[in-house]
């Protein structure tokens, strides 16, 4: 959990920087006594009923001295007054988890012989607060509740004359009438602009701003009625007091009378407003929260030159890890004390924050701050807003598993990153929970995000930036069409990964500045700028997917400036970051291990390193052989598997030095295919726990247990409904996953020598959080079960057997032949080093197949989870020597890549070098167990394919046809799709076979390094040139190539719940 650092005179905050969070402890322990009377004394307004009768109004008085409560009150009670007094339980119960708007107003300058500090009367709208009960109290005597101050660090252009009153506190009530009115003051002609945020000039004449809990201060921020220019009478700060109103009904219906209110339930008027100023002076007196002021970065007399930021991500399928680094001006070697990892701030708990890699999950959901509707009441339209639909991470986990019923698919999805490739609009709407919603309304972000992206969710400021890319993937479509804004939410699952991306952009975007970050790091009064955000690619990823990958980082990007408003005018200081996708994550692995050797161990000296470890071989560049006659020099080569969760990626690279000061990488082979972590798991539920379930079914009765569970998660089937679908995938996700997790889990810390080992468990012993499957989900199960016999079913009771055997055959049969295809590289290449990375990797079975493989000696091979980098690694394991988590050391080498390329004392990398390239040599019709045979083979960069002549473009269409790739002339070799050739659907179906003939991009044969990218990606670009049917007729137009990159038609087993039964 993310502490604050300790309270200090002044808060620092960085204009338009997001919303900023101060966490602080409350002990009410503390304070021996609290307690505060109140006087409710009526009074007449002159308003009256239809039957003549006085309107009942009433002011709240202060039966105490605010100035110091020891002393004689200000007030005395009359006849007819209420009398309540409010202790600190009362102060605290309304106002428990809920977001309280709270008066930090600007600091009026001190007349001379004035005691008491003066006020402006506002910002109004621009600090909320909440406190919630520390569920991590050590014990009596430590704070049992966390305070979180929110700042809307907005600032108004407007600039004012500072001609507004102050609130000096003459008076000694602070009113407030039943009709939210008193008197029309302040009459004006021309339109009053409330001071709700603050101002440009609060900046430019630097101002400061406190926390006001004296009730005489309070007078204007609960009632400020103005005359508008056409005469009637406008109170701009009745909202604060119907949301106080608010906050104390829900308190009253939920506590004092579970039931709605009646007239009369509310014993008096002003008990809200009461209980929120015993609130307010209850933070003061224990947090003593400090004074804020903003550093100027809006003038052009700003004297802080920002500090510039770079965010470097690895987006994985299953987990994301990021970390940022700061470049100091004037630091030439910035270090690696200059990164620091990214948190997560949860928005619906901002007391929490998570510094560990998260889960790539995402779930739609507003960021709420309070009511919004009452918020705008102010004169504010977006005051908190959080320019993101989503959440990430274990936010997104702990909203999925609240869904009601089956519709939870519709709220969120597995891994936008596996569906990059899938533009094509959802056919269902994605929804926000049912409870952001109001009054069937979607909430405001799901409102506002309409106007900037299309029906397919692509953002409509980047169509006109990315043409070319979008004409590509929407064929047959009109600019017009594509250019449309949305309705509804029908958007691709391809386009949440755009709004994903978004989210953990804003986080790092506020996080930079957060002045609990800044309070820990050099120059912590300067502001800090987002420069870069550096994305790192699967190793062998299609170039039109990176392509896309990059789009969508640009448009998340994109979409926060328009979201904001800041497109056309950005704040003064702020700058749209730049967006880079090139380092692929097994060569930032391999920076890991070397810069943990070179710079760590052997002090710099790459030759004597290259030395050791390498061996000689004549320098080369990438996809040539040596130059004729070239002499042997020092090299080392290096080879990376990295097994994700949704990929398994190798790299071989050879690096060779320059001058013993410079690193010279030479990529020598890459390689990539979709089986990996995501695939263990799927057999580790199949093999493990399905077999459990159907033992213990049928001990209890079923008397077909397997066609029971065939039923329910084998497919999909004739009369099966959507919510049942849905239902089924909750039921995958909520407990065989983290099952299959938890077997795992415990099959990582085994070795070969317990393989033999097995032992039975409860399920609900093994994975205690199963206690927590809600009923709606486990019903899914039980209810057939019940059906079938077996009414006494709990997954809790299911026995199941802890086989370390059976796990290590289910990892060798699910992996077996892609470690086959790696391990034949590795001996082809004769690498010197091989490094595993990826979570899977630290199951022993998997560093077991390779040593068997016999591809290289034992002792060269190294799953870096047992690597010890050195203190400089962020990310260390809790013995602090070792990288524990290797998901973590693609994002560090991510990081080092950044910083080789000057900025790293003894250690430079020519980064350049590192440029994606296309694994695409063999390009043809893939057979229905992804294999490209030879006869199939449409494209090659070698010789003309067999079954050559005029027709080898040819695809002779029947039905729906997926064009794949391989890299190697041996049908053998790894294939991946990357097209889908299909005809459009609805209309007349034209007569079978068509001959559509395809067409390559020209391979532009240019070696300037500008050019590889397009080179790399023309290798993979196809398009239709001609579709004939049997009769002559051209059919073109009825024909589309469309890119796919997963083989499967239907999703994904995480986001179907389809298991093999």
Known sequence: MFQSADPVEDLVLVPNSGIQFLRLSLDLDAVARFDRPFIERAYDTGARRADGTPVPSWRLLAGWNPDDPSEPPDNEPEDDDHVYTINKQKALEPFLGKWVPVPFLKIRSSASGIVRETYFDGPTNWVRVRVVEDPDRAGPGSPGHIVVFAFDTTIEDYVTKETSSATSGNGTSAGTTGSGAEAGKDGASDPYIPYTEPRADDIANPRRFALVSHIRSLDRFLCDPRTEPDGTVRDYQAWIVDWLRKLFIEHLEATVAPRRLKEGDIRHALEHVARWIAFLDLLKLTLRPPRVRFVDTLTRDARAVPVDVDLILDVGNSRTCGILIEDYPNHDDLGLASAMTLRLRDVAAPEITYAEPFDSHVEFAQAWFGPHDLSRESGRENAFFWPSPVRVGPEATRLRSRQQGGNDALCGMSSPKRYLWDVAEASQPWRFPQGDHIDGVPPPIGLKIRRFVNANGDVLSRLKREQK??????????????????????????????????????????????PEVRSRRSQSEVPRR??????????????????????????????????????????????????????DEASCVQLVWLYGEIAGKFGGDIQGFLDLRGRPRPRFRPDEPPAPGASPESSLRVASVDIGGGTTDLMVTTYFQKDNRAIEPVQTFREGVRVAGDDVTRAVIERALLPAFEAHLRDLGVAEPRILLRRLFGGDHADITVQEMNARRQYVQRVFLPAALALLSAFEEMTPHDYATSTTHRLGDLVPRLGAVPAHTRVFLEGPAASAGAPGFR??????????????????????????????????????????????????AIADMFVDALAVAPDRILPMHRYRPGNWYPFRSRDDTRIDDPKTATVVGGMLLALADRRIRNFMVYTDRLQMRSTAR???????????????????????????????????????????ARQLPHERWIASPLYQLAEAKGGNAPPKPIRVRLERAEVDLADDDDAVLERESAREELKIVEALDPNGANVAGSMFLTLRTMDDTASYWLDSGILTV
């Open 530 to 583: 987002l420069r870069r955000i550096i994305l790192t690619l699967p190793t062998a990823v299609p170039t039109r997917e990176q392509r896309i990958m990059k789009m969508r980082a640009e448009s998340a990007r994109d979409l926060i400036w328009d979201l904001l408003g800041w497109t056309k005018e950005p704040p003064p200081g702020t700058e749209r970051p730049l967006v880079q996708v090139s380092w």
């Open 795 to 844: 997954l809790e009771d299911v026995p199941v057997t802890v086989d370390f055997d059976l796990m290590r055959r289910a990892v060798r049969e699910t992996l077996a032949h892609v470690v086959e295809n790696i391990a034949e590289a590795l001996h082809h290449f004769d690498c010197d080093m091989v490094l595993l990375s990826g979570r899977p990797t630290k199951l022993a």
């Open 922 to 964: 063999f390009i043809g019709e893939l057979d229905g167990n992804n294999k490209l045979t030879a006869d199939k083979v449409r494209f090659s960069d070698s010789a003309p394919p067999a079954g050559g002549g005029e027709d080898r473009d040819v695809v002779r269409y029947y039905s729906r046809v997926i064009i794949g």
């Open 469 to 514: 890319l979008f004409t590509a993937l929407y064929p047959g479509r009109s600019q017009a069409d594509i250019r449309a804004g949305s309705s509804q939410f029908p958007y691709s699952r391809s386009a949440i990964y755009t709004f994903m991306l978004a989210e953990i952009i804003w986080q790092a975007f506020m996080m930079i500045n957060s």
